[in-house]
T-cell receptor, first 109, second 115 residues
Framework: GNSVTQMEGPVTLSEEAFLTINCTYTATGYPSLFWYVQYPGEGLQLLLKATKADDKGSNKGFEATYRKETTSFHLEKGSVQVSDSAVYFCALPWGKLQFGAGTQVVVTP | DAGVTQSPTHLIKTRGQQVTLRCSPKSGHDTVSWYQQALGQGPQFIFQYYEEEERQRGNFPDRFSGHQFPNYSSELNVNALLLGDSALYLC??????????????FGQGTRLTVV
């Protein structure tokens, strides 16, 4: 079946550090891939998406590239800020959105 | 353009009671999905409504039921509440049922606490 696996957290970083959150997927066909972000006490917001292989989604300094050969969609940001502290979810749509377990990111000043 | 709105934002209920949560989809969207997010976990799919019918259902008991109205808004009902039903309930709307490329927009959620 379709599924998403993402790295466990929490990930603790200092401000301006480089962030990578790994996400791999299993899917039939080639669905779009999404990263959602959940700030403390809030719902989910779409952070970025990619709709086909080799597509790069980007938003707010975050990037993720749809890699068909490695079935991955890793999230990266070159220089994190304290305001990036949140839980990040990788997801794929297939009748319903399938989410990874989420990765909590904590950025300290 | 209003996004997805949910009400109420917080709710406290007693075990055995019934609860109704409400969701208005983003303007132009016709499909509503409900998710349960327990503390520290990812959202779990409950069900999806399109054209006023339940189209898909996740692994949730019949105590969880829903409804979609002609204006596309939706309700989630939970009967005979258990302590384990305490969670953040998220509503997501989309245009059409969630297919390979469908983008869903989420509301802020309703935090349900069962005591």
């Amino acid at each position: 079946g379709n599924s998403v696996t993402q790295m466990e957290g929490p990930v603790t970083l200092s401000e301006e550090a480089f962030l990578t959150i790994n996400c791999t997927y299993t899917a039939t066909g080639y669905p779009s891939l999404f990263w959602y972000v959940q700030y403390p006490g809030e719902g989910l917001q779409l952070l970025l998406k990619a709709t086909k292989a080799d597509d790069k989604g980007s938003n707010k300094g975050f990037e993720a590239t749809y890699r068909k050969e490695t079935t991955s969609f890793h999230l990266e940001k070159g220089s994190v800020q304290v305001s990036d502290s949140a839980v990040y979810f990788c997801a794929l749509p297939w009748g319903k959105l399938q989410f990874g377990a989420g990765t909590q990111v904590v950025v300290t000043p | 353009d209003a996004g997805v709105t949910q009400s109420p934002t917080h709710l406290i209920k007693t075990r055995g009671q019934q609860v109704t949560l409400r969701c208005s989809p983003k303007s132009g969207h016709d499909t509503v999905s409900w998710y349960q997010q327990a503390l520290g976990q990812g959202p779990q799919f409950i069900f999806q409504y399109y054209e006023e019918e339940e189209r898909q259902r996740g692994n949730f008991p019949d105590r969880f039921s829903g409804h979609q109205f002609p204006n596309y808004s939706s309700e989630l009902n939970v009967n005979a509440l258990l302590l384990g039903d305490s969670a953040l309930y998220l509503c997501a709307s989309s245009l059409g049922t969630v297919a390979m490329n469908t983008e869903a927009f989420f509301g802020q959620g309703t935090r349900l606490t069962v005591v």
